[in-house]
C-alpha cells in the first residue's frame, strides 16, 4: 500500500524568497517519488524524480527536492521564487521497478503563489 | 515537436448524453492513460492501455469506456451513466519497459468537460 500526503494546500510566498513544498509519502515498497507542476488548464510536467539515486535530486527551473527515508519526506525546494512559479504542484509516489504509470498515486496539491 | 493533443478543450454536454474525448499522441509510446480531476483531489485514473487491443480498468472506470484500436490514439466516451461527469480530464502517456523503474509521464493539455 502507498499514499502521499501534501501538508499545505496553498502556499504564498513573496517574489525572491524561497519555496518549500511539503510532501511525506508511506510505501511498503522502495519507492520512486516525483515532483509535477501543472499550470491553470494545462496538463501536468514532471519537475523532478527520485529512483534511489542521489537522494538530492535537482529538476527543471531551479527546484530540488531531497528524499529523507527516515522522515518518509519528499520537499520540494527552490532557493528564489519567481512569478512563473506560481502553480499546482504534484506530489506523485510509485512503487519502483514497475514500468507503469497504473500504480501511481497523486498528492491532493499545493497551490503556489507568488506575490511582488 | 511530439507530444500529446486532447480535444476539444472545452466541451458542454446535456445530461443523459454521451461524449468522446480524443487523445492523440505522436511520442510512440506503448502506454496510454485516462485521469479524472477534480478541485482539491489528485488525479484519480479512470483506464489505461499498455498496448493496442488491450485496456484496463482504473480506480474509477464506472460510467466510462475506451478503445486503443491504434498506437497513437486513445479516446475517452463519458457515458450517460457517469453521475458526476464534471470535470478536468487528462490524457498522458508513458514509455517504460515493464520491468523499469517508472518514467515520465507526458501529459496533454486536458478537456474541461461540464455537464449542463
Known amino acids: 500500500a502507498q499514499s502521499v500526503t501534501q501538508l499545505d494546500s496553498h502556499v504564498s510566498v513573496s517574489e525572491g524568497t524561497p519555496v518549500l513544498l511539503r510532501c511525506n509519502y508511506s510505501s511498503s515498497y522502495s519507492p520512486s517519488l516525483f515532483w509535477y507542476v501543472q499550470h491553470p488548464n494545462k496538463g501536468l510536467q514532471l519537475l523532478l524524480k527520485y529512483t534511489s539515486a542521489a537522494t538530492l535530486v535537482k529538476g527543471i527551473n531551479g527546484f530540488e527536492a531531497e528524499f529523507k527515508k527516515s522522515e518518509t519526506s519528499f520537499h520540494l525546494t527552490k532557493p528564489s521564487a519567481h512569478m512563473s512559479d506560481a502553480a499546482e504542484y504534484f506530489c506523485?509516489?510509485?512503487?519502483?521497478?514497475?514500468?507503469?504509470?497504473?500504480?501511481?498515486?497523486f498528492g491532493t496539491g499545493t497551490r503556489l503563489q507568488v506575490t511582488l | 515537436d511530439g507530444g500529446i493533443t486532447q480535444s476539444p478543450k472545452y466541451l458542454f454536454r446535456k445530461e443523459g448524453q454521451n461524449v468522446t474525448l480524443s487523445c492523440e499522441q505522436n511520442l510512440n509510446h506503448d502506454a496510454m492513460y485516462w485521469y479524472r480531476q477534480d478541485p482539491g483531489q489528485g488525479l484519480r485514473l479512470i483506464y489505461y492501455s499498455q498496448i493496442v487491443n488491450d485496456f484496463q480498468k482504473g480506480d474509477i472506470a464506472e460510467g466510462y469506456s475506451v478503445s486503443r484500436e491504434k498506437k497513437e490514439s486513445f479516446p475517452l466516451t463519458v457515458t450517460s451513466a457517469q453521475k458526476n461527469p464534471t470535470a478536468f480530464y487528462l490524457c498522458?502517456?508513458?514509455?517504460?519497459?515493464?520491468?523499469?523503474?517508472?518514467?515520465?509521464?507526458?501529459f496533454g493539455e486536458g478537456s474541461r468537460l461540464t455537464v449542463l
Open positions: 506523485v509516489v510509485s512503487p519502483s521497478y514497475t514500468g507503469t504509470a497504473s500504480k501511481l498515486t
Open positions: 498522458a502517456s508513458i514509455q517504460t519497459p515493464r520491468k523499469a523503474r517508472t518514467g515520465e509521464l507526458f
